[in-house]
Nanobody
């Protein structure tokens, strides 16, 4: 079993920054892809970004390219999401997820709220 715990959400003004963390436990993650998704009220869940745990290859959603950056710390089993130049439309619950084989993500965290005020 895998547990994912997100942290780092909060309230920030437009143009500001936040850093989200996702710490994984329960199994080895050497072959996983870790992803971040978000869901705003009344909208479908949206892919944000993903990173291959071994190679470090990253995949970004079009709406966040150039503003968000994903990174990982293998020793801490933690994935980070740096959110810069935040916009009100980035307001959502952000979820961390783990995949043993894309495109399916089998494991999900509980989510962390990000609110961007205008």
């Amino acid at each position: 079993q895998v547990q994912l715990v997100e942290s780092g959400g909060g309230l920030v003004q437009a143009g500001g920054s936040l850093r989200l963390s996702c710490t994984a436990s329960g199994r080895t993650f050497s072959s996983y892809t870790m992803g971040w998704f978000r869901q705003a009220p009344g909208k479908e869940r949206e892919f944000v970004v993903a990173i291959n745990w071994i190679s470090g290859t990253t995949y970004y959603g079009d709406s966040v390219k150039g503003r968000f950056t994903i990174s990982r710390d293998n020793a801490k089993n933690t994935v980070y999401l740096q959110l810069d130049s935040l916009k009100p439309e980035d307001t959502a619950v952000y979820y961390c997820a783990a995949s043993t084989g894309l495109p399916t993500y089998e494991y999900w965290g509980q989510g962390t709220q990000v609110t961007v005020s205008s």
